[in-house]
């Protein structure tokens, strides 16, 4: 009259032919099912033969070596799995590309740069750690179908012995101003400011071989002092190129114009103040100049230089001690979302001294930039500079400077420019510049 063990030998049957599972234990003594056929061994594909110094099962695994450090996922590194000197992360370097695009349209007939449109410079950046605290830089630069390597130093960014104290060494654009350092997919204009280019840098910045410190003073506000010695200062010249055996008329030297060594010093600060950011800077670059000649050749041909009641007749070489003086202002406050004003002001002036010579002229610029927003600013900028070498000379001019952002390191910007200069005291410029950039850029940015 039971049927249970007929039904339960049923359930087990069905278990074991549509799910696998595990069979339903039968009462004692009634009629169990016969057991299921054993399942298939799992089809795997064949193991990859284990790689030198692969642990074996039933041996114990290796530690791992030094760049191997790992650590649970959620969980702060452990001493023994922070990765030391020298791992495989430190050897990864950030590389990037960085594009220039410029030109200018203009109508001043003696600007041979004008109507043209060209990649001006693609810049390389290859950037890492080499050690914990001591990080590379390097910038390679082509340009006019040209590779020249643009700076590449180490920072060491705490020298140690309990000392608020870094050191950089190598080729460096020079702490002098407050914009030298920036290249110029980072400024926040088209053209540099005239006061730089004519007293400063003969073109885009101030370069140097050696090395500098940085201390950080011990004020309840942030204030460093910079100070460096370099060398192989290169030399910028007014006046075209000559050919090899070529005889050249007399040039005068641009910018700074320093031989070879001089020495560099700059303080500056920041605190808050009037609702926003104040940093103050000034800087002071001192060294020998280049031998140049001045005055003009008498009709006659005499070389000789004479003297008249003290003025220079003739040709005078002279090679004068310079130095750099420079002060620098800038304002930042942020607005509402993305918005930020930015006011500066720099001032420069160059001095050369020489036995019975001396001369001095100045320079400044102004600027205000307004971001509206995340991608769009305008600013003003007004302009005026002497020449070192051509004392009785200025220019001038004010500019209207229109940007729109992509991202960080691309975007397009127009600077519409009115002034005067030698050989043409009424000209007008608008300029054009496209930058784009391609992998994690770190150039300090405005």
């Known amino acids: ?47 990859a033969p284990p790689a030198p110094g692969t642990p074996t099962p ?24 922070t990765p030391p000197a020298g791992g495989r992360q430190l050897q990864l370097p950030d590389i990037s590309l960085i594009g220039n695009l410029v030109g200018h349209v203009g109508n001043d007939r003696g600007d041979t740069g004008r109507d043209r449109f060209e990649l001006e410079e693609a810049e390389i950046g290859i950037q890492g750690f080499v050690y914990p605290g001591i990080r590379a830089d390097a910038f390679i630069v082509f340009a006019e179908n040209e590779a020249a390597l643009e700076e590449g130093f180490l920072t060491v960014e705490n020298i140690g012995f309990g000392l608020p104290v870094g050191a950089t060494v190598g080729k460096r654009f020079v702490p002098f101003g407050r914009t030298n350092q920036l290249h110029p997919h980072s400024y926040p204009y088209v053209v540099n400011p005239f006061v730089l280019t004519n007293l400063v ?104 230089v004479a003297a008249q009641r003290g003025r220079q007749v003739g040709l005078l070489t002279v090679r004068p001690t310079i130095q750099l003086s420079a002060l620098d202002l800038t304002y930042r406050r942020s607005g509402r979302g993305a918005s930020r004003l930015l006011l500066r002001g720099e001032y420069v002036r160059h001095r050369q001294k020489d036995a019975g010579f001396q001369r001095t002229v100045d320079g400044y610029y102004l600027l205000a930039d307004q971001r509206l927003d995340a991608f769009t600013s305008l600013g003003l900028r007004y302009d005026w500079s002497a020449f070192p070498f051509a004392p009785d000379e200025h220019e001038s001019a004010v500019s209207l400077i229109g940007t729109r952002q992509l991202n960080e390191s691309t975007y397009a910007r127009v600077q519409l420019i009115h002034g005067g200069r030698p050989g043409k005291r009424d000209f007008s410029e608008a300029h054009l510049q496209i930058v784009f950039g391609i992998g994690p850029h770190t150039h300090r940015l405005e």
């Open 1 to 47: 009259m039971r049927q249970y063990p007929s039904l339960l030998a049923c359930a087990a049957a069905a278990a074991a032919l549509f799910g696998g599972l595990s069979t339903v234990p039968v009462r004692a003594g009634a009629q169990a099912a016969p057991p299921p056929p054993p399942a298939p061994p799992e089809i795997r594909e064949p193991a």
């Open 58 to 81: 039933g041996t114990p695994a290796p530690p791992p070596p030094p760049e191997a450090g790992t650590e649970t996922p959620g969980t702060p590194p452990s001493p023994e799995t």
């Open 201 to 304: 840098s003969g073109g885009e910045s101030l370069v140097g071989q050696g090395g500098y410190l940085s201390v950080l003073l011990p004020t309840p506000f942030f204030a460093q002092i910079d100070a460096g010695f370099w060398s192989g200062a290169e030399a910028h010249a007014h006046g075209e190129e000559h050919e090899e055996g070529e005889e050249e008329e007399h040039e005068t030297p641009a910018g700074a114009g320093f031989e070879d060594r001089f020495l560099t010093l700059r303080l500056w600060t920041a605190f808050p103040a009037l609702g926003g950011d104040l940093e103050v800077g000034g800087s002071v670059a001192r060294g020998r100049g280049l031998e140049y000649e001045m005055g003009e050749e008498p009709e006659d041909g005499n070389v000789p």
